[in-house]
């Protein structure tokens, strides 16, 4: 019986193992992405994976829902994005580092909705012949994020909640941009 | 002409929609819409430094000119990652 076939017989209430593993090994993830999905450091490693034999590192970063923040007992997390540009965001911070790390691939997913305490709002991988220029792309990557991309948090904490507001979004600012690479090649 | 305003994270609280419709004179810019808007809703003031905006999802300067059918978003200081 071939795999399609299997798969039909089960129907749309889940998957068999072998259609589980069929998809996961077809579809290819894409590098930069914002969703509502869980988030896998594996489909982001699998996506700067060159397969070549030429990488000796590849730097991870997964940024988590805390359960306190300036105080605050943290019950959950609501991310909300002005999607297209988030998107478009992140292909600038991808030719930024490309840009600034040549031999660097990068991928980057965030996740928007609402977010338990402990799961993963943002994951970053990068890899590159040498650890020293995948570490510091990661670490620019989450500063860009953090600086330019348009996504908000709304933290809902025991008593109430509150949007946070962080930089002022302005990709073309020379002084921030610099910020994001000193702190990256610290 | 007609533009589309997009409102995101507390900027939407303070207008009480995340879309809206406007109709701008034929020489607006992201900035008279915005001052138009801040009328409207004077909470809204308080952003007038801090907050970015973008047209038709690309960041734009508050000079930028507006055409009919635009879509114009502000944003209030972000807080992703």
Redesign the interface.
Known sequence: MSAFRRTAAIGASGFSRTSRTRILKDVTVPPLAIGRSRLDLNHLVAAVSSGAGGDGAVVTFLGLVRDHNLGRQVRYLEYDAYEPLALKTFERIAGEVRERWPGVRLALHHRIGRLEIGEASVAIAAASPHRRDAYAACRYTIERVKQIAPIWKREFFDGGDVWIEGATADPENALARAEAERVACA | MRVTV?L???LR?IAGASELARDVAPDATIGTLWRQLAGEYPALVQYEH???S?VN???ARMDRALCDGDEV?F???????
């Open positions: 997009l995101f994270a507390r609280d801090s907050m970015s973008a999802a690309d960041y978003a944003l209030p200081p972000v807080s992703g990652g």
